[in-house]
């Protein structure tokens, strides 16, 4: 008797997490050295020493009260007013604690920024490749996704078409830069012109649409590339963001939410995530993580670890003749499947302990996904594994 | 433009957070030592001193990959194997990790719960008097509130209304003991003639009634009181438990659900639950504070700081002429609004610098709620307040 709802998803269940518990299953069976598990986005660099030597300080200099307590749904206003002011000096933006609202990664600030907005049978729009599990998000709050298609070529969405998709029932649109799972950086140019796109249908349907981006990945960009500030861009952005990544901190669970002042309906809207903070569940992101947060606002974990592993995969995927998207950012590569159905080219991967994503969990099908977010010695050692993958092929 | 839904919650908000804002802003004000804020749950009892100990353990001896990296949605096998022999060893139980769910607190794990079981439509019951946020924790669902009245006398809950409220649309109910608001122990005598209507009503209706028991305050019972297991009474029992209480540790949201092996659909349950925790954004309690309850299962905060303030608000009340139930757990004191409106009292109360909560926010107005987790000299100095707010009421 469970909710027919969650019926169809524990059939389903995710992919990916399934991958990972298969990767668990492997690892015990062949040894972890012997298993190249690219399935999850887990981090392999150690968070930066800053974050254990803020805990430790905490945990020795805080009341208890005050350190394990209740405080506000948004969260510590101290930590609050920094990342604000960490923001600014970035973005040259005019922020401060009362745009911030601190969550449960990333995951838990967009399912709260969904729950604020969504209205039964409101449309959110995302553009493939998108991480799979903006679906159930959206559902949970009765939306309806509407999914733009790939360009292929450039990865960067396609705007024509998202032109054309956006109709009055249209709540918000939802963007991730540097993408998972193609880690593309959606451009300056993008971002302008689909805020002038936002801009017209707001007026043409006179309602708002907000932009969330989903930016977990931010810091994580190579090669010197910029990643553009989305509410520089256009107004009604929210933006989630998480130190799962970029601190490596995947399962402490914190992040936030900024809401910018000139957002439509600020003070409704920033309510509302509170609000939605509460009634979800969550109450308020875990205090001693969003103390951490205050003391580490600017700690940065090792990027040229994932930048070396990105460099090694792609040039050593490019030379066995895979065809793949180059990662300007995040810790994701994307492969074009060289079987047509991908799903048919993961099992065969498997039979060489390569564990890859299916893109038809992105809602792009006919591609894989890599995370890069490993040891070097498993990209190392992996390569052999693909190049006898690709001899199988006849690549 | 947030969603129709969060308009009424976001003007209603919760009176319980609205007081807490309104009690800091008094502090600020008239000074901390001035203002007598009864209002919010947060234990001013340390966290034992274990809990900080473990952390630095952790930190010191746990890689970092490990510490705060992902793992099952389900939460870390070892710690949710320890919890399992915790209560196998008080209870006389048989878990394992598999009947352990790892959550953001216990509303959380209530979230969890309900977002496992719930079709659009079907009735959850409560037992008046109850914490009104599972109002919204049922609304998320789309499920609909039924409220047994509460019977002022003994606050146990009203079993012979119950019994004619179930219906087939009936899912399943909430209870919650040591109860917030009133203290009051749910006996045994009542939780097994409860599971005998429930398994009844399931031969009648054909269908599985879940029994979801919040138990943040399980280890807060005073005067030797034993708190029933509530599973060995009802077979299709979930579990909620949360640390909040009993370690003093609500800011760091971390508990768990128990779903017994004995239940209806057992495996999906737990399937369906562990897709839950991922989708409505958890995606796992938080990593650290998992690995500190895994060396702190049994670790106790001091129940007698609150014992003190239990018998010292109760003797000066009652003394004073108000009409109380005596707290047997939890740290809540509910009190006769010697009012008939419940709210003028608490706004005459106010006056006084006295911050109390309506009945009415649970459910069973002409009542307000005192929560007592607080300093002792708040209590004490209290009291002269509530004897002037006495005379004024001519009591």
Redesign the interface.
């Known amino acids: 008797?469970?909710?027919?709802?969650?019926?169809g998803?524990?059939k389903g269940?995710?992919v990916i997490?399934a991958m990972?518990?298969e990767g668990k299953q492997m690892a015990a069976k062949y040894g972890a050295e012997n298993v190249f598990d690219f399935s999850?986005g887990?981090?392999?660099v150690?968070?930066p020493k800053e974050?254990?030597e803020a805990?430790?300080d905490i945990?020795?200099n805080t009341?208890?009260?005050k350190?394990?307590?209740?405080?506000?749904?948004a969260g510590h206003d101290e930590v609050r007013d920094i990342i604000a002011g960490s923001l600014n000096s970035k973005y040259g933006t005019h922020y401060d604690k009362s745009n911030i609202i601190m969550t449960?990664?990333a995951?838990?600030?967009?399912?709260?920024a969904l729950?604020?907005?969504?209205?039964l049978g409101d449309e959110v729009i995302a553009f493939a490749p998108y991480f799979g599990?903006y679906n159930?998000?959206v559902s949970?709050?009765d939306g309806e996704m509407v999914v733009i298609t790939p360009d292929i070529n450039t990865f960067q969405p396609n705007l024509t078409e998202f032109e054309q998709k956006i109709t009055n029932k249209t709540?918000c649109v939802i963007v991730n830069s540097p993408n998972n799972p193609t880690g593309v950086i959606y451009s300056k140019e993008t971002l302008e012109k689909m805020g002038e796109i936002l801009e017209a249908k707001q007026k043409e349907f006179g309602?708002?649409i907000?932009l969330i981006t989903d930016e977990p990945y931010r810091e994580l960009a190579y090669d010197g590339a910029v990643v553009p500030w989305v509410p520089d861009h256009y107004r009604n952005t929210i933006v989630g963001y998480s130190y799962s990544k970029s601190l490596?901190?995947?399962?402490?669970?914190i992040g936030y939410l900024v809401i910018p002042s000139e957002a439509?309906?600020f003070e409704?809207?920033v309510?509302?995530a509170g609000?939605?903070t509460?009634?979800?569940?969550?109450?308020?992101?875990?205090?001693?993580?969003q103390l951490v947060i205050g003391k580490c606002v600017d700690a940065a974990t090792d990027i040229s670890y994932y930048d070396r592993n990105r460099n090694t995969l792609y040039d050593g995927l490019t030379k066995l003749g895979f065809k793949c998207q180059k990662p300007e950012g995040a810790f994701y590569l994307f492969m074009k499947s060289p079987v047509e159905d991908e799903k048919e080219f993961v099992n065969i991967a498997k039979k060489y302990n390569l564990l890859l994503v299916p893109g038809s969990t992105f809602a792009c099908p006919g591609f894989v996904r890599i995370a890069y977010c490993v040891s070097y010695e498993t990209v190392v050692n992996s390569l052999p594994k693909f190049a006898e993958l690709a001899r199988e092929l006849g690549l």
Do not use: C, Q, W
């Open positions: 008797m469970i909710s027919r709802k969650m019926e998803l524990v269940s995710s997490r990972f518990e999850l887990n981090p392999n150690p968070a974050v254990n805990i430790i945990v020795n009341d208890s009260v350190l394990h307590g209740y405080m506000s749904n449960v990664g995951a838990g600030g967009l399912n709260v729950k604020a907005i969504l209205n599990e159930n998000y949970n709050f709540a309602r708002t907000y490596s901190l995947p399962g402490e669970r439509d309906d409704d809207l309510s509302a609000v939605a509460r009634i979800l569940g969550f109450v308020n992101a875990p205090s001693i993580m």
